[in-house]
């Protein structure tokens, strides 16, 4: 099944890094940033089932879509962590941002690859980002709660805080099911 | 549906040759389960196929055309004078906003006020909105065309959703006269401290078209001579700039300042000055919204402006100022929902002073007003909210009132 | 007056007097007519030079007595252009008719700022506006020039064929026909039309009936200043609690900027008293109603008394005022406004019980009709005046920066 498999992974990475407009970063850089000692990034799909979905709405995140592509962070053949590049709403603009998970899963890192709101370029800043460092499944991700808001971005800094939670959660579930290998 | 035509070209020459070399029943019945093995590979591929196409990618598609909207419908019962109660569709504003390409796009909003527009009726219909922004590096960014005056907390941000309660503060339409649009050309900087900094020249003021026989400048001074870009006098031309930092998430400081001359070079009408500036600060820390805000206005030359137009009832003031405070918590949350209890207080006064035109004839500076306004914004979601307010008012105790509101935003 | 004494020769008319002689005794006479000193001699050929061909034939139109069955009444002479275009005299009414000894009905208005009302109309919110003469009954300039010819107590013509026969035997026939055609005067109803619109010309062009050229222009415009009494004055007339006069009587510059024409062309009861100067009032069964005694407007008995609200520039001029020329001064005119209703005993006839017997021009059944709600007339017996003496001095004194020709 590996011939067939082979060339729709290469089709499912063509199609996901042209569908992402860069403006800082791309996402290329993005990974480096996160992961500046890896040697490798494996592209891993997480495809989630019926169940898994349902399992995921049940806890209160939704995931969205069935398949994650996923880029495994590896050093020497090791796992680093995993970083995944999603797009997502603000007010009327999409955002594209990576998150970068540590191998057990916590947020490592947050970049914002491109952000074209007229309003809410703070969620750029070092500072905002910051505050999802260390997050695990089990923080609210919640803006006013334990993400602080940017007045006058609020839908941009929700929509992101809602994104990094969703992708706690999807990676949580494929690590535990041994999705991602 | 493709074949794996090598694969069958395999089959087929194996099933073509092993007939043809006198194969027994056995290699016969290989060849037939090889067949059914391909075409049985060829239809799951084909069918995850199907399923890759169909399955929801990942990424949105990137809109270039957005339709915005947002509405006020409002209900006002004063306490004292429940004969004056009213219930309006206060706003009702269809916008868009379409991306050109990567760097520039175009920023439109059109509004009406009241519920219905014509020559008998109180509606308006304005044109809110209607710039081009283009980025020309990421994070700067020029607008020009009609856009809104950076200025205090409310005026760029006046969704429904954005603010607590259901009339927008009077310290934001008295003083600073929300919603302000002039045109113009804006430059927008964000930069990595968390400083976004505005400036840039625009249309102003009308000082020429003070009506002193009606109450209107009394209400709002700025509101009385805007122009809304609308066959606009633009000889003068007004200079502002707006700094706001969120280098601390959860944390703004910002202020702005307005200045231009104001009489637009009408005959007789000697050079007047209106400058307006404003501080403000929001807090967000957890669960808690506070804001507060300062602003102050200065109309220079009123006492020459105001000569022809002594005795009459409303003159132009030479100062006009007020402030704000506000707390907002967020006391349940269940998913989208959140009801958010808040407190306001805010003291305005549209004419705090007057230039001396003469003993007799210089009209007494107007009392200070203070709004007591305590109630909950109720959020279905982040774009649906339900407002409950009841306001006090220190001066006016007929404006005392009972407010409930629907808004939405998207 | 006439002759080599003149300081203001005239050659062209000099010329005509030489080639038609029989005019000269029609002018003289004209000159010496009750109504005073002709104003004939204000500079009238380098305006002509200004005006169209239209308004040129206006303007002498406007002055020329023979046009009146008396030979001795033009527009000019109610109209006098040296005081606003109004009666430089102090009469209740003005005289005329084929022997000038016939009275009036209503005092003869000024006609400078006309050229910015309009027809006859209801607001939007019902209040009647517009329209020439106190009761607005003309829809034009030239509707309202067209009725003096034919007035029998103002220029009495007959008819219309005999104001276009003295039109065709006037010094400027010649213009005429060259202007109109030299079958003009062949179509009665036609020159008729054609004498009125350049009437109506000359007013709209001629700048002297839109001078704009008071002291209180002038301070509008930035160039004068006000007297610290006439400024007074100002502020009692602007105050919404003490004058209010400019309630009516708009003294601020419009929203295009336009110079305020001291009146908004509307419709006002003021209840002033019966005028015993005037003869026909000695018939108690006579009076007049105003707005509702037009024919068209005689079911709205709600405006039954109401009159035109005049302009207030160039006021100080006149030398009586309201409708019916009540009163001679503007001290008695703005003593009255103030003190109308407190004290009533000072302005109308006295009632066999000593009450004043109030609104006394006016029937009964339309004394509901008089303005008792706006600021002046709010007040009650005994109540204080809105305006002290002292006040009302200072609005009079602020009157006289309103006339035309000011110069610092």
């Not at chain 1, 260390?134 to 800094?157: H, M, W």
């Not at chain 3, 005073?36 to 380098?46: C, E, H, I, R």
Request: some cysteine; glycine content about 8%; charged content about 20%.
């Amino acid at each position: 099944m590996r011939m067939l498999l082979a060339p729709l992974a290469a089709a499912a990475s063509l199609a996901s890094t042209s569908a992402f407009a860069v403006d800082y970063l791309s996402a290329e850089q993005a990974r480096r940033l996160i992961f500046p000692d890896a040697d490798s990034f494996e592209p891993h799909d997480i495809a989630l089932d019926a169940s898994q979905m349902q399992a995921l709405a049940a806890n209160g995140v939704p995931a969205r879509s069935a398949r994650w592509p996923v880029q495994v962070a590896k050093r020497g053949g090791s796992t680093l962590g995993y970083v995944v590049v999603d797009e997502v709403i603000g007010k009327f603009e999409l955002i594209t941002y990576a998150v970068g998970l540590n191998a057990d899963g916590t947020v490592r890192q947050v970049e914002v690859l491109s952000y074209r709101e007229s309003h809410g370029h703070e969620i750029r800043l070092p500072a905002w980002r910051r505050q999802f460092i260390g997050k695990t499944g089990a923080s609210p991700l919640r803006v006013g709660e334990d993400i602080a808001n940017i007045s006058g971005a609020t839908l941009s800094c929700t929509h992101i805080t809602d994104g990094v939670r969703r992708i706690v959660a999807v990676l949580g579930l494929a690590r535990r099911t041994g999705a991602l290998s | 549906m493709k074949r794996n035509t090598l694969s069958l070209a395999a089959s087929l020459a194996v099933s073509l040759l092993l007939p043809a070399l006198g194969a027994h029943a056995q290699s016969a019945a290989t060849d037939a389960d090889l067949a059914q093995k391909v075409d049985k590979l060829s239809a799951e591929l084909a069918a995850l196929k199907a399923q890759v196409q169909a399955s929801p990618a990942a990424a949105p598609a990137e809109p270039a055309t957005v339709l915005t909207s947002y509405g006020e419908i409002n209900y006002n019962r004063p306490t004292k004078k429940p004969e004056n109660a009213q219930a309006d569709v206060r706003r009702f504003v269809l916008g868009f906003q379409h991306r050109f390409d990567d760097k520039t796009k175009v920023v439109t909003e059109l509004e009406v006020e009241h519920g219905v527009s014509s020559a008998d009726d109180a509606g308006e219909v304005e044109v809110e909105q209607a710039f081009i922004e283009h980025q020309l590096m990421p994070g700067t960014a020029l607008r020009a065309g009609l856009f809104l005056m950076p200025v205090g907390l409310l005026n760029e941000n006046h969704e429904p959703t954005a603010f607590y309660g259901v009339e927008r503060n009077f310290v934001e339409t008295a003083i600073i006269p929300s919603t302000w649009r002039e045109g113009g050309l804006q430059y927008v900087g964000s930069f990595d401290n968390g400083l976004t900094v505005q400036a840039g020249l625009s249309t102003t003021f009308d000082l020429s078209k003070w009506d002193a026989t009606s109450t209107e400048g009394a209400e709002s001074p700025l509101a009385a001579v805007h122009q809304e870009m609308s066959l606009a006098k633009a000889r003068d031309v007004a200079v502002f700039g707006a700094a706001n930092w969120r280098g601390i998430p959860g944390l703004l400081l910002g202020g702005s300042l307005f200045t231009s001359n104001a009489t637009q070079g009408q005959a007789g009408f000697p050079s007047a000055r209106i400058t307006l500036w404003d501080l403000h600060a929001r807090w967000t820390p957890q669960r808690w919204d506070l804001s507060a805000l300062y602003t102050q206005g200065h109309i220079s030359n009123t006492a020459e402006l105001n000569a022809p137009l002594v005795g009459s009832a409303t003159l132009i003031p030479e100062r006009f100022e007020g402030w704000y405070v506000q707390t907002a918590y967020t006391a349940w949350t269940s998913g989208d929902q959140a009801l958010s209890p808040f407190a306001r207080y805010e003291r305005y006064n549209t004419a705090s002073r007057y230039a001396d035109l003469g003993a007799g004839l210089t009209p007494d500076a107007l009392p200070t007003e203070r709004v007591f306004t305590v109630g909950a914004n109720y959020k279905l979601n982040a774009n649906v909210v339900v407002k409950l307010d009841l306001q006090r008012f220190k001066e006016n105790k007929d404006n005392n009132r009972f407010d409930l509101g629907l808004g939405w935003s998207f | 007056m006439l002759g080599s004494s003149d300081p203001f020769p005239m050659p062209r008319l000099m010329a005509r007097w030489v080639h038609a002689p029989r005019l000269l005794p029609l002018l003289v006479a004209g000159l010496l007519s009750a109504c005073g000193g002709s104003a004939d001699t204000s500079v009238s050929t380098p305006q002509e030079a200004r005006l169209s061909a239209a308004a040129a034939l206006g303007e002498k139109i406007f002055r020329d007595a023979s046009l009146s069955a008396s030979g001795q009444q033009s527009c000019a002479t109610c109209h006098n252009p040296a005081t606003g275009h109004a009666p430089a005299n102090a009469l209740s009414v003005q005289l005329g008719g084929p022997a000038m000894d016939q009275q009036g009905v209503r005092q003869a208005p000024s006609i400078r700022y006309m050229s910015f009302n309009t027809a006859f109309f209801f607001d939007g919110e019902g209040t009647p506006t517009g329209g020439f003469f106190w009761d607005g009954r003309a829809a034009s300039l030239a509707e309202q020039a067209a009725e003096p010819f034919l007035n029998p107590r103002e220029m009495a013509n007959t008819d219309k064929a005999a104001v276009v026969a003295k039109l065709a035997q006037a010094s400027y026939a010649a213009e005429f026909k060259q202007a109109y055609g030299d079958a003009v005067f062949n179509d009665v109803d036609g020159a008729y039309l054609r004498m009125t619109l350049a009437l109506q010309q000359y007013e709209r062009e001629d700048s002297e009936f839109r001078g704009f050229s008071s002291k209180y222009d002038s301070f509008l415009l930035g160039k004068a200043l006000l007297t610290e009494q006439e400024m007074r004055g100002l502020a009692l007339f602007n105050s919404p609690t003490k004058g209010n006069c400019a309630g009516c009587h708009p003294s601020s510059r419009g929203a295009d900027g336009a110079l305020p024409l001291f009146t908004d062309f509307t419709y006002d009861n003021l209840g002033v008293p019966r005028n015993p100067d005037i003869a026909l009032n000695a018939d108690p069964g006579y009076v007049d109603l105003g707005l509702c005694a037009r024919p068209d407007l005689a079911s709205h008995t709600d405006l039954c008394g109401a009159f035109k609200v005049p302009s207030l520039r160039n006021v100080a001029l006149r030398g009586a005022f309201f409708h019916n020329g009540r009163f001679k001064t503007l001290k008695e005119a703005l003593t009255f406004y103030v003190q109308r209703d407190t004290n009533p005993e000072k302005w109308y006839p006295l009632n066999p019980d000593n009450t004043a017997n109030k609104f006394d021009d006016l029937p009964a059944q339309y004394h509901g009709n008089v303005n008792t709600t706006e600021v002046p007339y709010n007040r009650g017996l005994g109540d204080t005046p809105a305006l002290s003496d002292s006040e009302i001095d200072d609005v009079i004194v602020f009157f006289h920066t309103l006339s035309d020709g000011y110069t610092p």
